[in-house]
């Protein structure tokens, strides 16, 4: 069985695109999911938040120029049972201007993918993506199946919301990834002490209704310390509000996409 595709990505950084990506894979790991996180952002934050140093030569860009096979650069995280890395680094930036001059620019980490991806070794493939939608950006949605937008709770999130679902209807329409669903939005950073988090929140979800996950990501100091610590959540402080919404968010994936037979 082909591993599910998830992109969790949004043009906008800082929204906890990041944060997501390494605390749902780790949480889908501790149920027994086998998780491959994808880091296709230059910056490496899911690399090192996961504990791992950006090392030259690591990440995706060599097997994307076809040098080596994206499975050989896979590294298990030995914290984790089920949970496996593909490490970013420095040189994934040149990508977005080394791809535009492919004929088969929106389609080559589908392609390098492959194999990874039809391989049964996973049960779930999660794609963190750079804070822009640039052409990185757009192969990890040609690529996916299902497209997580991590949305702040603040001013302007609607607007942005509203480019990223378009830009997925245009890939869809353009026969690019026909398949391509719209799998979840995720509010984060919502603050309680303020009105405006609740007046996003409410609004985000009177329009998507189904669409919006029941799990709200608190702001949490512990959620941003934790990657500097080379550790999830559930690692660095279990008990904390970010965690218990983690969790609740690895549950809520589990049952809408069908991660689990059981």
Known sequence: MAAKVFAIANQKGGVGKSTTAINLSVGLANKGVPT????????????????????AGSSLYGPLHGEGMAMDKIQPINEHKNLWILPSEVDMAALEIELAQRPDYLHSLRQCLEPVIKSDQFRAIIFDCPPALGLISMNALAAADYLLVALQCEYMAMEGLQQILGVVQKLKDAGTNTTLEVGGILMTMYDVRTNLSRQVDQEVRSHFEKLVFDTIVPRSVRLSEAPSFGQSIFDYDPLSPGAVAYKKLTQEVIKRFGLKDN
Do not use: E, F, M, V
Not at 40 to 46: H, K
């Open 36 to 55: 491959l996180l994808i880091d296709l952002d230059p910056q490496a934050n899911a690399t090192s938040g996961l504990g791992l140093i950006k090392t």
